[in-house]
């Protein structure tokens, strides 16, 4: 089991990289396995990554058992004890996202698979260091307080929550969408999904 979603995950930020979500070094992403999490190991290169790199962390103690672990592991560990139901997490720099998370407290959703893989609004988890407890505790207790999909950092970056890697993925596309749809109409009057469709949609979603 742990063997193959090694290999998962290598495949996952391996597209994240050729896809230009994940950058240079930049960013982490983790899986739930069992008790411990598997995740992206510090300033290397996602392109070049092997099955046997990803770092092995206990959920719990966060003792770390294989691997040199990103900077970031406060931030999986404390979100992935806040919320059990969290499959996968993925924290990427991605710029429209880092760009809205400048200059707004919410960022609103206008697209349906917005809505389903986000919610409502796209959150803003105020200005904490990199790496710190801190930041941890606030973007967890975003989650918590939100129900959302994904958040905002400020001055930073972004956060997609999920089932399953794949859909963490997918959080993570949504939400660079959004950020970018927010800043592209910025000062115009774009049209919104009706409440109770944007809420059914969520709802649905749930059930994927």
Not at 70 to 97: C, G, K, M, N, T
Not at 143 to 170: D, P
Request: hydrophobic share 45%; glycine share 10%; proline share 6%.
């Amino acid at each position: 089991m742990e063997e193959k979603m090694r290999r998962e995950l290598r495949q996952m930020v391996r597209r994240g990289a050729r896809e230009g979500l994940l950058r240079g070094t930049f960013g982490n992403v983790s899986v739930r396995l069992g008790e411990e999490l598997l995740i992206t190991p510090t300033g290397r290169d996602y392109l070049k990554l092997q099955a046997e790199d990803f770092a092995a962390v206990d959920v719990v103690s966060g003792k770390v058992r294989a691997g040199d672990p990103s900077s970031e592991l406060p931030l999986h560990l404390a979100i992935y004890r806040l919320l059990p139901q969290v499959e996968a997490i993925w924290h990427d720099h991605s710029p429209f996202a880092v760009a809205a998370g400048l200059v707004t407290d919410e960022v609103p959703v206008y697209t349906g698979e917005g809505h389903g893989l986000i919610g409502l609004a796209l959150p803003v988890a105020p200005y904490l260091p990199s790496g710190s407890r801190s930041l941890a505790d606030a973007v967890a207790g975003v989650f918590e307080r939100t129900g959302a999909g994904a958040c905002l950092m400020r001055n930073h970056g972004a956060v997609a929550i999920g089932a399953s890697l794949f859909s963490a993925y997918c959080g993570a596309i949504a939400l660079e969408e959004a950020s970018m749809h927010y800043l592209v109409t910025s000062g115009l009057s774009p049209a919104a999904l009706p409440p109770e469709e944007a809420k059914a949609i969520r709802t649905a979603f749930a059930s994927y």
